[in-house]
Structures are given as structure tokens and as C-alpha cells.
């Protein structure tokens, strides 16, 4: 074997153990796996934040304005955009916001997408107590009208990733 041949072996072997002990060390120092999940006590409510699709999504419309039929033709156009609509009714009380949306931990991710439907102007209502994944939607004497499919994806831009209500912690991504 040459000498030339014998430098760059033991160059290419220098390199393979300055890259192994890079790779360790990035390995080790590894924060990403640790996240918001990490310190959450383990009594904390799981919150669903994955951004479901509209098939997927069950909501109950309330009209809580003097308008008749305006719940009825809200969950029409919900239901002629895929969504899942369970109830429709009349609010107890009248509304002078555009909406109310009320959720649990496991409609997170459902309230995140139909802020979007309203262009961001909705309340949100979270209950920690409510066990299932329906979100009511409330319509007030401020709502005009759905956002449009372009109006809706700009508003999910905006509005970025769903994010855990205070006191609960992100459920993990398997379940």
C-alpha cells in the first residue's frame, strides 16, 4: 500500500470519528422530543391541537339573535362545507358578538379551525369539564356571513398552529 493510500485512509477514518462523536452529541443534547409535553403535570387534561379536517369536525349551531331561521340556514351552509352538524336551535340569551364558540379539551383543534370561518372574530369558550369533541357555535347580531374558502385558508395562515388552553397540555401525536 502507498503512502498516499495510508493518508487517506486514516484522513477518511479521522472524519468518520469526528462525524459519530457529532452525531452523539447532537443526539444527547436533543431538546425537541422534550417540548410543552415535558413539563405537564400528569393530572392535566389532554388537549386534541391537530387541525382536523371539516368532515371530521361535529358542531351544534345556536341562533342568539331576533332573527328567525338564521341557526337553520348557518348549519345548512356548515353542512354544504363538509362539516358535521348534530344540533341546531335557539340561544337562551341574545348576543351582540359576531359568535361564541364553546369546546373542550377534545374540540381544540375543531375551535381552531372554525375561528378561521369567522375570520378570527369569534369568542372562544373553553370548558375544561366537557368531555366530548362538539363545538357549539353561537351566532351573534354581529354575524354577516361565512368566510369564503381563500378568506378561510388566509385566516388558518394567520392564526397559525392550535395551541393547548391554559391548564391542559397537548395530546400526543399517536393517540
Avoid at 393530572?43 to 341562533?63: F, G, Q, S, T, W
Avoid at 375570520?119 to 353561537?138: G, P, S
Avoid at 354581529?142 to 395562515?157: D, K, P, R, Y
Wanted: include cysteine.
Amino acid at each position: 500500500m502507498s503512502f498516499a493510500r495510508v493518508r487517506a485512509l486514516v484522513v477518511v477514518g479521522l472524519l468518520a470519528v469526528v462525524a459519530l462523536v457529532f452525531v452523539v452529541v447532537a443526539v444527547v443534547r436533543d431538546t425537541q422530543g422534550k417540548g410543552v409535553a415535558g413539563g405537564c403535570p400528569e393530572d392535566a387534561p389532554l388537549a386534541d391541537v391537530r387541525l382536523r379536517e371539516r368532515k371530521d369536525v361535529r358542531i351544534n349551531v345556536y341562533n342568539a339573535t331576533d332573527e328567525p331561521g338564521l341557526a337553520k340556514k348557518v348549519a345548512d351552509e356548515f353542512r354544504n362545507r363538509k362539516f358535521q352538524v348534530k344540533k341546531e336551535g335557539t340561544a337562551p340569551k341574545q348576543l351582540d358578538d359576531v359568535a361564541v364558540l364553546r369546546y373542550g379539551p377534545k374540540g381544540v383543534g375543531s375551535a381552531h379551525l372554525l375561528r378561521a370561518y369567522f375570520l378570527d372574530n369569534a369568542d372562544t369558550q373553553f370548558d375544561m369539564e366537557r368531555k366530548d369533541d362538539t363545538v357549539d357555535v353561537v351566532l351573534g347580531s354581529g354575524f354577516a356571513q361565512l368566510a369564503t374558502t381563500t378568506e378561510v385558508n388566509q385566516a388558518l395562515g394567520d392564526l397559525g398552529a392550535p395551541t393547548p388552553p391554559p391548564g391542559t397540555c397537548p395530546m400526543p401525536v399517536n393517540k
